[in-house]
């Protein structure tokens, strides 16, 4: 069979391999989120027989205690830019240095490889097309708002149009078409293929549904190219069917399967190396999805430069790892000037859904370039936030060890908490899984050793009255000058003032507040995620 055939059916194996792995990996990462949604809420709700916690000895009030102090802050219209949106930006900026050393070599190589006159321009302008996979990571990684987004895609967009203009007055309304064509053989198809395991939902397991699905399919596909003639892998394959004593299609069907399970395996077995480098530290969340995004798009140009010779197609797998030395280097010297880290404890009303899904977007961006959050798992961000090694656990049946099950085991849990950030500078996010009949301890434990709290109050009212607790547990054990309270329109603010008023009134002995003169709590007013939103509760939290 000619080299370029061998080529063709190769590249055309892969290429298949990779679609039905991406249109597979959708709906299933729906339906394994939805069940470990399910299994997380049973056990929510599920009694461990736990000790509960102990209450805090009350101290009732005498007529020296001051007044709580009830004080709104709002959204301010100009604010100092807080040092987490620095830390963010510098992300952005490795990661942009990054994608220019990625793009700019993979210009070069298609234009060798096409026999083309190398000249600056024809460079950058296929760089820019080349460029779009990093403008879709850094829509991900650094923009907090949809403000941000659209100011980030524009600018690409308006970039693009000038280079096509200077294009077609040097060298002709004939670029327009070539240039176009070009942005749209190289990023149209691994956008559409990537799109569906990058929304927020599934973003977080949709490259680890995608990797095990790539190799299982790069089995059956490797089966049918194999047996496509008559050499020793279709004799093999007979004798196979022959033996079994089954019918030519469901033989075909069996055989499919038997590599589609065996190269699976090996699928498998990638993950569970990449849940024990992930809790390593090798790497971080959004470094897998990023680099699932390039590493997508890498295999796209190696399979239109494929056509020109596997020495250029392989040229772009080394371009990638030239792309990831650069992001390595970049954060390792970010990290040096990294300041110390500040521990974050999220409190909310479980009732959010969306509406906390889309704050913690935003703000979980920022905080994490300053310090880790930890909180309680919660139906309302229990599929958002799931981490690699939590969603390995769970497809390894053992999600319920998860779970904090007494003191003890919450206190082993708390000692494996690591203090410093991944290597891309983000630190972590902490999520505790509790039964009914453990959180009240966890939330104690967690709010004695946060340097910050933030209770997302929002909808809290009389008929949703359900933080109570954690409002007179805060009061008890929190430093008020360390903790804020978020509302919105949606919050009761007379019935939350009367509850804060009511349990300071039975504010414990033991409590950090009681000997303050002036005692304060801090109510945060915003209606929006914006960036001014964001950074004006930063300075707040971080003061």
Known sequence: MPVESDISIISGAVLAAILLALVFTGPIARFLLWQYKQESLAGMYASANANKAVPSPKAKQTPQTPLLDIQTSVVPKKAQTHYAERELHAIGVVYTIAGLVYTVLMALIF???????LNTLRVVSLAISLFWPAIVCLLMVIAVSQRQQLLLLGSYLVTFAIFLTAMVLLAGAETLKNQTGFWAIINTLPTILIAPYLRRRIRAVGPLI??????????????????????????????????????????????IFVGFASIGVLGWLCLLWLGKRYQQRKFSDHILITDSIWFTFTISHALVLSHQSLWWASACFVIFMIYKLTTYIGFSLLNRTRKQRKQLLLLRVFSLGKRSE??????????????????????????????????????????????????????????????????????????????????RLTMQALTKQSDAILMDLRSFSAQNSGCEYEIEQLLDIADLNATVFLVDHTTDISFLETTLQKYWQQIAVSSPNISKTKPVATLFFADKATRHTINALHNLLAA
């Open 358 to 439: 889309d704050f913690f977007q935003g703000f979980s961006k920022w905080w994490r370039t300053i310090g880790d959050i930890t909180m309680i798992s919660g139906p309302d961000l229990a599929t958002s936030i799931v981490e690699p090694d939590e969603f390995l656990q769970f497809l390894n049946g053992h999600h319920t060890r998860q779970f904090v099950k007494n003191s003890t085991d919450l206190e082993s849990k708390l000692a494996t908490i690591e203090l410093t950030p991944d290597y891309d500078g983000r630190f972590r996010i902490h999520e505790f899984f509790c039964h009914d009949d453990t959180w």
């Open 210 to 255: 995608a990797i095990i699905l790539f190799f299982a399919f790069s089995g059956a596909a490797g089966i049918i190219v194999l047996t496509a003639d008559y050499d020793p892998a279709t004799m093999v394959a007979l004798i196979l069917i022959n033996t079994l004593g089954l019918g030519l299609i469901p033989g075909i069907v069996v055989v």
């Open 111 to 117: 234009t060798i490889s096409s026999d083309s006159t």
